[in-house]
């Protein structure tokens, strides 16, 4: 056996309000290396869990055992362009997936916001985007192969081992360690993207309207302010007019990042400061329209550190627990220096997807880290749960398995499944307990 082992250490996600010290941390080179770890792991009686770009802010990563990380599990397997299909090793990092589609001429359907996570890490915590007819990453994926408890190697999709696909597809890495994935794509299209201020009340008036008349809406609304920021993403025909390179530095990396970053520790440190801030910010954002290839327009760079709070609502909500956050913004002295995401999905029918079965909206919000405004996560998640949200599994909530059993409809078969496939909890830790129970 090949694989890397490094000396164990103390991990950390990158938001850095998750730790863990793990027993090993090991890189296997193949996936017949990650079987005998898992093995070996088991003859030991030691928990394992793999863990990607540390992008969650949950501890759905965290481990005292065997943490594995997927770093060269990284090869292209196949790229079908008949069937539609890319086949490629759980490590490998979304951006370079792109620009592999790229090159191939092929895309993925939908995306997240950032691209800098793996494969595996994005699907297994239900990473999502927005769009009106288009799902999440884990909702693009017609094939997965899976390292079970024992070391087996097993294939999984719609027509073998159909129970345990509709499980792994978006697993939370309770049934095993996914190694590889084959997604859907189509042939690279085009994006022609639109940016422009709207007044909060204007976007709730036209939810709806903007919701269901774009391919993919969302907007951000600046906590103590009036002032949103709307995005439309459309499909074009072309010609391709990318942002010219020095106003995506200006706008996408200095002002998002760089002059973001200073404003978020001069409101840290003067929190009297931040509406004053959110005021500038939420003025800042003027209007621009651009056409690129999809994955540039879907994702942008994200370098200022944060926590963040997401919560999927049933659609038809939206506007009802949007107006409730604000009024409870506006009656608290929480001084709040980031925006609110507001994105929207079709369902979907995996079984741990936030939007299995349910038309959805995903309500996020985010605190610079180091901020003192814990409260205000509190008081959103009371506003989520009261009108049956549903926590992403890769941000911060306190929800329990008592609660998510009555949130989802297909939680039994997840937990029955899990007791099937990994009896001994040998992919359990403590998140999972408590979300999933023992």
């Known amino acids: 056996m090949s694989s890397q082992t490094t000396q164990p250490g103390l991990w950390s996600n990158w938001a850095g309000n998750q730790t863990a010290r793990p027993r090993r941390v090991v890189a296997p080179g193949s996936v017949a ?5 898992i093995a ?21 990563a965290a481990t005292d055992g ?54 595996a890490g994005a699907t297994s915590t239900g990473t999502h985007g927005t769009g009106r007819t288009s799902a999440s990453l884990a909702a693009q994926i017609k094939a997965l192969e899976i390292v079970l408890a024992d070391g087996t190697v097993t294939q999984c999709s719609p027509t073998e081992n159909a129970e345990l696909f509709a499980g792994a597809r978006l697993g939370l890495g309770a049934l095993g360690v996914v190694s590889a994935i084959t997604f859907g794509v189509e042939p690279a299209f085009l994006l022609t993207a639109k940016e422009a201020p709207m007044s909060f009340a204007e976007v709730i008036d036209r939810f709806d309207e903007l919701a269901n008349g774009n391919e993919h809406f969302e907007f951000y609304w600046f906590p103590h ?159 989520m749960t009261a009108h049956q949200g549903r926590p992403h599994w890769g941000k911060m909530h306190t929800r329990d398995a008592e609660y998510l059993a009555g949130a989802y409809p297909h939680f039994g078969d997840f937990t029955a499944l899990r007791d099937k496939v990994d009896p001994e909890r040998r992919f359990a830790n403590d998140y999972l307990r408590q979300v999933l129970g023992d």
Not at 33 to 37: N, T
Not at 40 to 60: D, E, N, R, W
Request: proline residues 5%.
């Open 33 to 37: 290396e990650l079987s005998e770890l």
């Open 40 to 60: 070996a792991a088991a003859a030991a009686g030691l928990p394992v869990k793999a863990v990607g770009s540390g992008h969650s802010f949950t501890a759905i």
């Open 66 to 119: 065997v943490l594995v990380r997927p770093d060269r599990l990284t090869a292209i397997r196949e790229i079908d362009h008949k069937g539609g299909t890319v086949t490629v090793e759980s490590g490998l990092p979304l951006e370079r997936l792109n620009l592999l589609l790229e090159h191939a001429g092929l895309a993925l359907t939908n995306m997240g916001d950032i691209m800098v996570q793996t494969v």
């Open 225 to 383: 302010t009036e002032s949103c920021t709307t995005k439309r993403n459309n499909r074009s025909s072309g010609p391709a007019a990318p942002l010219p390179d020095f106003k995506r530095w200006l706008d996408d990396d200095f002002l998002s990042n760089t002059v973001w970053e200073g404003a978020c520790r001069v409101g840290r440190t003067f929190p009297k400061t931040i509406p004053t801030i959110a005021k500038i910010a939420g003025k800042a954002w003027s209007d621009r329209t651009y056409t690129d290839v999809s994955y540039k327009v879907f994702t942008s760079p994200r370098r200022v550190r944060f926590v963040e709070m997401e919560y999927a609502v049933p659609r038809e909500a939206a506007t009802t627990v949007l107006r409730e956050l604000k009024r409870a913004v506006e009656r608290s002295d929480w001084k709040i220096s980031f925006p609110v995401e507001v994105r929207v999905a079709p369902a979907d029918d995996l079984w741990l997807s936030t939007a299995s079965g349910r038309s959805t909206a995903y309500i996020a919000v985010h605190l610079y880290r180091g901020s003192a405004q814990q409260s205000y996560f509190t008081e959103v998640e009371r506003i």
